[in-house]
């Protein structure tokens, strides 16, 4: 009787536990160079959080508007400064390095561990995520978006889980720098309106991928890494 009694619990506090914890990871973007000497500090933060588990997904996007200094980041792309600009302009603010986005919500400097875990800890209760999925598909990817409120674009990321830079100039010249899920392409799949869907791609730049589902107001309403199953995934993108 005690063995069914605990079973029962067991299953009591797992059904009351709150969606989004189950359903994706929250999606850390970190908007870097490696010309600015304030953003190790955040990129050695984005490393620790790739290490720490499946419940959140960080990926670094290194921008342009640094490389008219001494040194050209090699992994610098003109739409990871076209994302950072459109969240400047939803956040009324500007555009900075390094600056973490939690979620498509909310902006903060991305070296300060407490803030950002905080963030994160707050978009984990956000409420239920669409589910989606990415997966191999012969040569190309088949992204499964299902069925949910709103409406947004399916976005496919491209990225390396590391790298290991030597910077010979510019503000971090002789440092040599560890970076996690550097972003090598975005792009823009389709719309979504509310239906469940499937997208095909050929795969993008970089030696994995995710998929994130964005709403038009910025919010990230899906997300997932390729070959990622998500519980009752595939029940919901029936």
């Known amino acids: 009787m005690k063995i069914v009694a605990l079973i029962s619990a067991a299953l009591m506090l797992y059904a009351v536990r709150p969606a989004a914890a189950l359903e994706r990871p929250v999606v850390v973007e970190l908007f870097t160079s490696q010309s600015c000497s304030s953003c190790p500090p955040a990129e050695a933060l984005i490393g620790r959080l790739a290490r720490e ?14 490389n008219h200094l001494d040194w050209r980041d090699p992994y610098s792309l003109p739409a990871a400064t076209a994302r950072q600009n459109d969240y400047a302009a939803r956040f009324g603010g500007s555009s900075y390095t390094p600056q973490a986005v939690i979620d498509g919500q909310a902006g903060l400097v991305g070296s300060d561990e407490a803030a950002l875990r905080a963030a994160i800890a707050q978009a984990r209760n956000a409420g239920p995520a669409v589910r989606v999925s990415l997966v191999r598909d012969g040569t190309r990817l088949a992204a499964r978006v ?26 971090n010249a002789g440092r040599t720098l560890e970076q996690a899920n550097v972003v090598r392409a975005i792009q823009d799949l389709g719309p979504w309106s509310g239906s469940a869907a499937t997208f095909e791609a050929a795969a993008p730049a970089g030696e994995t991928a995710a998929l994130l589902l964005q709403a038009n107001d910025g919010r990230i309403l899906g997300a997932a890494r390729l070959g990622e199953r998500l519980a009752g995934a595939e029940e919901g993108l029936r």
């Open 53 to 66: 588990g499946a419940d959140v997904l960080p990926l670094a996007f290194h921008v342009t508007y640094w």
């Open 146 to 171: 299902g069925p949910g409120r709103g409406a947004g674009r399916v976005l496919l990321v491209g990225f390396d889980p590391s790298h290991t830079s030597r910077v010979l100039r510019g503000e």
